[in-house]
């Protein structure tokens, strides 16, 4: 009953009219935050609200829509936002990455590459890249208007100064197109050489901050970096326990007491795939005596 | 009011304004690719394709520009009855629409400020003919380059030069779209 009380998609046409329209701008001006009128949605801050919002807006009924979570489809936040839209937009969903047309994120970019006929949707928490830099919004607005993004340089700079080299590990500074600087959400760094170049539309939204922004496909984006300490994207020095991938990023999983460990692909459907393909890593089970 | 105004709109407005606005983000985000849209059935001189635009994003929140022959009563209580946007002068137009002659000078358009560029105008420019053919084109969302015909190159140029200033264009033909944001560069 509820299901059918509600617009496609959840939002009002008015509400889905003024975030397409931030969209096209967000998508005019690669980079740029283009601040819009969040609406309330049926779950917290934090939990998605702006990708949501995004996805709303972008989805038709022709779509079929995933959502990873960290990279994962069956977490409480993916399998929750996946359920909302099989209930109010009546969509098809998938957990594979490449029969998705539209993809919703949280904090990772899939390992297998994507296409022109998809989009990414990114739920980003703090979009303003120098915010905790600079708290004021009307300074932060002023230095993008400006260029001024030294101080970004100056935080890299501590970093190395501190740690000898950058420690930020995740929500790592891009340049877009030579001009604005943008946070690509809290993604690992492993993922940046991936936002540039890439065939599908990227989009991000921040519901609790109100904000919209945008990568068209094949758009420059740059990892901040020095001439001597040039940016690099590592990962954790092993291979997947369960699918033996030497080239996806890994999670780090606590498995006993005794400070047993295991180290998995974070994308599923990435580590599905390998071990339906017969990939078969040191943990996987009947595998650990060969380990 | 005529009967005219109130047909012409969306049947089904959440869905077809969804499947209309996937067409128009696409030619946004990949400058020069020739989109089909469909939905609206606007008054002459208005085509399909900037109707369609128009019922999918505009409303009370808009204040539209009708350039031109646009400017006719139809077009007008066509507007008001499926949108609700108000009219306006090119100066505070959030959405131009028109010929290409009739909608110049650009410089009566605002460009967005240096600390909101996303201010500016949008023009709908209803075109004779829209092809994959002309000036040249390269940035963001285009892989090497795209062709598209454009009625000049020069004031794209100037568009360019201003960016993160400046105004963004979809061209309209019949039943299809391509659109030309403020940071692509003509050639």
Known sequence: MTDHAYNFAYLDEQTKRMIRRAILKALAIPGYQVPFASREMPMPYGWGTGGVQVSAAVLTPDDTFKVIDQGADDTTNAVSIRSFFERTAGVATTTATIEASVIQTRH????????????????????????????????????????????????????????????????????????????????????????????AIQLFGAGREQRIYALPPYTEVVSLDFED???????????????????????EVITDDTGGRLFCCSDTDYCEGRRKAGHRGPAFPGNEAAA | MQATALAGGFDAPATQS????????????????????????????????????????????????????????????????????????????????????????????????????????????????LAASGSTLRGPGIKSDATLSLPETRAFQANRALFPLGLDFIFTCGDRLAALPRSTEVF
């Not at chain 1, 101080?151 to 190395?160: G, S, W």
């Not at chain 2, 128009?24 to 690719?33: F, I, L, Q, S, Y």
């Not at chain 2, 967005?112 to 949008?122: F, K």
Request: with cysteine; net charge negative; proline share 11%.
């Open chain 1, 108 to 199: 990772r970019i899939p390992e297998a590459p994507l296409t022109e006929d998809q989009i990414l949707v990114y739920q980003v928490p703090i979009p303003e890249p120098l915010r905790f830099l600079e708290p004021r919004e009307s300074e932060t607005r002023k230095m993008h208007s400006l260029e001024e993004y030294g101080l970004m340089h100056v935080k890299l700079y501590e970093d190395i100064s501190r740690h000898g080299h950058i420690a930020t590990s995740y929500a790592y500074p891009v340049k877009v197109e030579g001009r604005y600087v943008m946070d690509p959400s809290p993604i690992p760094k492993f993922d940046n050489p991936k936002l540039g170049d890439m065939a």
């Open chain 1, 229 to 251: 300490h040039p940016f690099e994207a590592p990962k954790a020095d092993q291979l997947c326990g369960l699918c033996g991938a030497e080239d996806s990023y890994l999670d």
């Open chain 2, 18 to 129: 969804a499947h209309a606005f996937r067409r128009v983000m696409e030619a946004m985000a990949r400058p020069g690719t020739i989109q089909d849209i469909q939905g609206g059935a606007p008054p002459a001189p208005l085509s399909v394709a900037a109707g369609t635009v128009l019922l999918t994003l505009c409303d009370t929140d808009t204040p539209v520009y009708l350039a031109g022959k646009a400017d006719t009563d139809d077009v007008r209580a066509w507007l008001a009855f499926h949108t609700g946007a108000p009219l306006t002068g090119p100066s505070h137009a959030m959405f131009a629409v028109g010929a290409w002659d009739a909608l110049l000078p650009l410089s009566r358009y605002p460009i967005g400020t240096p600390e909101y560029p996303d201010r500016a105008t949008t023009l709908i420019v209803d075109c004779a003919a």
